[in-house]
């Protein structure tokens, strides 16, 4: 499964996934110049997509800031933006570096939930199922120039809850490798040549979906132009 730490705890397991990201903000080092509260937005985004993508129900976010005070309520209003997108309230915690100041802007969260003790599914239950990218893979200012390419939050919390349905965020190592994580041998099958299939994919813009072919049109239909078939 995924990037997520799964602690058991009786008849329920805990389930803690993060992200961080470093040299971009409003610091004159910064790599990638943006406001805060877009640098809070896409790290718990990628933070939460491997946390639903686990199964897990929300308990909690735990933001640490080291781009100083003044960035705190900006990355606050980033995470609460993706709170908003899923309809989800729950606490938000944290902590600031303060004692010293950093010469480019560094951010880490965590989310943890929590989900019942289930076997887990045979991977040949879903080998064989039809597989689609929602959203594309974008890194660095192609998230703010092609933002109309970046699968929502709602989109993925709604293909999330579907039935016989698994779904991947995509990471950094780009769709290839996640499909092969997701489906060994899966990648010498995909169809599409008009997606770089190698590129990062940043704060996760995209996700793979998994899905019965009987699922399919539903999938296309509240996905809309997000929605690539592989």
Sequence with gaps: MRNALIIPLGEEELVITSDNSGGIGQKEQDLVKVSYDVVGYHSFRVAVM??????????????????????WNSLMEGVQKGLKELDIDIPITG????NFSLSQSAVGINIIGKKPVQESRPLGDWKNMQIALIGLPLVGEEVMTQSDQVAPLALFKKICEMDQVVVWPVGSKGVLHELERMVPGRGKRINSVEIDIYKSGGPSTSFLVAYPEEQEQTIKAISGNYFHKL
């Design 50 to 71: 491997e946390c639903m993508a686990a199964g897990a129900q929300l308990i909690t976010v735990v933001l640490q800031n080291f781009c100083g005070n003044e960035a």
């Design 95 to 98: 902590s600031t570096e303060t």
